[in-house]
T-cell receptor, first 113, second 113 residues
Framework: GAGVSQSPSNKVTEKGKDVELRCDPI?????LYWYRQSLGQGLEFLIY????????KSGLPSDRFSAERTGGSVSTLTIQRTQQEDSAVYLC???????????FGSGTRLTVV | GNSVTQMEGPVTLSEEAFLTINCTYT??????LFWYVQYPGEGLQLLLK?????DKGSNKGFEATYRKETTSFHLEKGSVQVSDSAVYFC????????????FGGGTRLMVKP
């Protein structure tokens, strides 16, 4: 597609429920990144994919968080047993190569009530 | 490890004032350097970049010069406008980290008419 697409744009969920966030990167971009932006905070790195593999999962906050990427394209970030502190905007970005910079999606605003 | 430090905000300026937002990084290698901007209610957009020492990135009247000797990439604009009000993020990326962007904490700029 023309840009990085994320869905849903907004998600309100009850504490304890599981959620799935989706990212559809720019076609041909092999690198895909997930970041989290909490209210009034900077960006927190979560996970990075090169193709379908994730060489760096160091940023995932807990074992409730997981992510996968299939076909070198779409990625899903899953949060199990959501907690209120998971409330944030989850941003996805893709890149053809690092020197070109990233293109970000508009994000998914997750609210855990 | 690799890290980035940028000036804390908020920075409040009058229209047509000169802007500097400081950004320094620590690294064992030579990163590419980026500034991203997030306008109110919008996603992150690439503002400018520099990929090697002494390069100057520029866009929309903003400039930043890659200073290897001081490991800095300060953002400047000679005359800010109200429409420049946004959050600015400094972000180096390192080849040995999968071209992963490491974001600074962001600096909120508020320009008053």
């Amino acid at each position: 597609g023309a840009g990085v697409s994320q869905s849903p744009s907004n998600k309100v969920t009850e504490k304890g429920k599981d959620v799935e966030l989706r990212c559809d990167p720019i076609s041909g971009h092999t690198a895909l990144y997930w970041y989290r932006q909490s209210l009034g905070q900077g960006l927190e790195f979560l996970i990075y994919f090169q193709g379908n593999s994730a060489p760096d999962k160091s940023g995932l906050p807990s074992d409730r968080f997981s992510a996968e990427r299939t076909g070198g394209s779409v990625s899903t970030l899953t949060i199990q047993r959501t907690q209120q502190e998971d409330s944030a905007v989850y941003l996805c970005a893709s890149s053809l190569d690092g020197n070109g910079g990233y293109t970000f999606g508009s994000g998914t605003r997750l609210t855990v009530v | 490890g690799n890290s980035v430090t940028q000036m804390e905000g908020p920075v409040t300026l009058s229209e047509e004032a000169f802007l500097t937002i400081n950004c320094t990084y620590t690294a064992t290698g030579y990163p590419s350097l980026f500034w991203y901007v997030q306008y109110p209610g919008e996603g992150l957009q690439l503002l400018l970049k520099a990929t090697k020492a002494d390069d100057k990135g520029s866009n929309k009247g903003f400039e930043a010069t890659y200073r290897k000797e001081t490991t800095s990439f300060h953002l400047e604009k000679g005359s800010v406008q109200v429409s420049d009000s946004a959050v600015y993020f400094c972000a180096p990326t390192w080849d040995n980290a999968g071209n992963m962007l490491t974001f600074g904490g962001g600096t909120r700029l508020m320009v008053k008419p």
